[in-house]
């Protein structure tokens, strides 16, 4: 079976910065495309920010854009992502998903597989 696996969330407070790492020796292979999502109680599931295999193409939430920097070593086989200025707003489960093909899409429906995810808690 595949296995994703997201690390490095926290509670941290307004304007901290927070780095996400995720796992996956099989899902980082080409052509797989992988994101960032969150859920907040009551929220839908969106994405966060998704990044193909080669990292040229990258799609970022505006709500985070300019904030947040998604990355991903497929050497080492890990997925990050790099929050700055974090905000109450912020705070979620972040999780970690991963598809097989060549198009990168936001919509988390199409993500076959993920990562049991990470709290991220933002305080005033």
């Known amino acids: 079976q595949i296995q994703v696996m997201e690390s490095g969330g926290g509670l941290v407070q307004t304007g901290d910065s927070l780095t996400l790492s995720c796992t996956s020796s099989?899902?980082?292979?080409?052509?797989?495309?992988m994101g960032w999502f969150r859920q907040a109680p009551g929220k839908e599931r969106e994405a966060v920010s998704c990044?193909?295999?080669?990292?040229?193409?990258?799609y970022y939430a505006d709500s985070v854009r300019g904030r947040f920097t998604i990355s991903r070593d497929n050497t080492k086989n890990t997925l990050y992502l790099q929050m700055s200025r974090v905000q109450p707003e912020d705070t979620a489960m972040y999780y970690c998903?991963?598809?097989?093909?060549?198009?990168?899409?936001?919509?988390?429906?199409?993500?076959?597989?993920w990562g049991q995810g990470t709290q991220v808690t933002v305080s005033s």
């Open positions: 998903a991963a598809k097989w093909g060549y198009a990168l899409d936001r919509n988390p429906k199409i993500y076959d597989y």
């Open positions: 099989e899902l980082t292979d080409y052509p797989s495309n």
């Open positions: 990044i193909n295999y080669g990292g040229e193409t990258i």
